[in-house]
């Protein structure tokens, strides 16, 4: 049996702000919706967002990828309906209908 759902990650930064992106969105992944993945890719390839994401996404076995950003979250539950459309549908399943940016003031609140 193969792995049936894969979370990949892009996460190519070095600078404090993105690095504790990463640690809360990581930590978010492992208490919040580990039983929705099998393995998890992260990538940090130099080369820009898009080289790590597509190297993170050729080495994940999964039939089902979640492509996440190394800073973003999609409420759990949203998740769970879309890993299940995707297992049925023909093609990508987004599971958000807009972004909202946090200012960096925003971002220390979330982190203290």
């Known amino acids: 049996m193969?792995?049936?759902v894969s979370l990949v990650?892009?996460?190519g930064g070095s600078d404090e702000a993105r690095c504790l992106a990463?640690?809360?969105?990581r930590d978010w992944w492992f208490q919040e919706a580990a039983d929705l993945w099998d393995e998890i890719v992260v990538n940090d390839q130099p080369g820009?967002?898009?080289d790590a994401l597509n190297v993170a996404?050729?080495?994940a076995c999964g039939d089902v990828i979640i492509q996440a950003d190394a800073d973003?979250?999609?409420p759990a539950d949203t998740l769970r309906?879309?890993?299940?459309?995707?297992?049925?549908a023909d093609g990508l399943v987004v599971p958000h209908s807009r972004y909202l940016y946090l200012t960096k003031a925003a971002?220390?609140?979330v982190h203290a």
């Open 2 to 4: 193969g792995t049936d």
């Open 9 to 11: 990650v892009a996460f």
């Open 22 to 25: 990463w640690e809360y969105a």
């Open 48 to 50: 820009g967002r898009a």
């Open 57 to 59: 996404v050729g080495d």
């Open 72 to 74: 973003s979250l999609v």
């Open 81 to 88: 309906t879309a890993v299940a459309l995707a297992r049925t």
């Open 107 to 109: 971002t220390a609140l």
